[in-house]
């Protein structure tokens, strides 16, 4: 079956980086657009980045894209999310997600907690 599973999470201080990995299987992942996403305490899911074995685009808003870049290894199944600069306002949970068959999958998530 479609399986997401994000990790990289953790505690970084402001202005640090992260990487985070979405190890993916059960369908054809060099076929499939995967984004990333996010849920910040109290607020909505964002939509971060998105990538396919084509194209990548990210969130147009400068404090995002000057930020992170997203990238992917379609030999291991492996999608990325490069985390730069970190904020404390970026104390999130982090998701990936696809579309498969009509159906969107997520991962359960790795947290990020951005503090000093």
């Known amino acids: 079956q479609v399986q997401l599973v994000e990790s990289g999470g953790g505690l970084v201080q402001p202005g640090g980086s992260l990487r985070l990995s979405c190890a993916a299987s059960?369908?054809?992942?060099?076929?499939?657009?995967i984004g990333w996403y996010c849920r910040a305490p109290g607020k909505e899911r964002e939509f971060i980045a998105v990538i396919d074995s084509f194209r990548a685009d990210t969130k147009n808003e400068d404090s995002v894209k000057d930020r992170v870049s997203i990238s992917r290894d379609n030999a291991t199944k492996t999608q990325y999310l490069q985390m730069n600069s970190r904020k404390p306002e970026d104390t999130a949970l982090y998701y990936c997600?696809?579309?498969?068959?009509?159906?969107?999958?997520w991962g359960q998530g790795t947290q990020v907690p951005v503090s000093s």
């Open positions: 997600s696809t579309n498969v068959g009509g159906l969107n999958y």
């Open positions: 059960g369908f054809a992942f060099s076929l499939r657009l």
